[in-house]
């Protein structure tokens, strides 16, 4: 069986989001890449500034863009038969990625671990720099460990580096202050 390599001569960009493509056989192909956008590398050319930086590769003689996206030649040399294989990936791409989200968005058992603790040091430390005869060591613990949790939430809408595997040192801060207003405001209220 022999495998035709192709290479891309020239394009136009047909916005939004399609493209016609001009191959070394000679071949034209008007490609509409409506449904194909989807995932971490496609995703992004939705948007049109940044679908309209694609760029003819001297060296590969393919079509790419500046955040790393290109299409394979013989892809779009036979986007007829192609097309809906990549449709199909392109689904899949989407799932991940809402499922990506949401588990970006959810506490984890270890987030929560370190939010309760934070929340049981601030009870036992707001009871010692209390007065004596203040309420109970208990309300304390709960009131701060409910502000740390608190604290963690807030953390949430504050954006943070997801390429990073090092400790940020926001969670731990966030849920600090959370505790600690929540053992503020309780002190002042039931004290």
């Known amino acids: 069986m022999e495998h035709k390599l192709h290479e891309v001569t020239g394009f136009k960009l047909l916005p939004p989001d399609a493209i016609e493509v001009q191959f070394d056989d000679g071949m034209s192909q008007k490609i ?12 992004p050319l ?4 940044l679908f309209a930086k694609v760029k003819l590769d001297p060296e590969t ?3 790419v863009w500046p955040n790393g996206a290109d299409f394979d030649p013989e892809i779009l040399h036979d986007w007829p038969r192609r097309k809906d294989d990549l449709l199909n990936a392109a689904r899949k791409w989407k799932v991940a990625d809402v499922k990506k989200e949401v588990s970006e968005s959810a506490f984890t058992v270890q987030e929560i ?4 603790v934070v929340g049981l040091v601030a009870g036992v430390l707001s009871k010692f720099f209390s007065q ?5 060591l208990l309300a304390r613990i709960i009131l701060a460990t409910a502000g740390s949790l608190g604290g963690g939430l807030c953390r ?4 943070r580096d997801p390429s990073s595997s090092a400790f940020q ?14 053992v503020l405001i309780a002190s002042k209220i039931l004290g």
């Open 32 to 43: 509409n890449l409506d449904g194909v956008l989807e995932g971490p590398l496609y995703g």
């Open 46 to 49: 939705k948007n049109p500034a």
């Open 61 to 63: 003689r393919n079509l």
């Open 113 to 116: 671990c370190l939010y309760v």
């Open 132 to 136: 004596p005869d203040s309420h109970d």
């Open 156 to 159: 949430r809408f504050i954006p």
């Open 169 to 182: 040192p926001l969670p731990m801060a966030s849920a600090a202050l959370g505790a600690l207003i929540f």
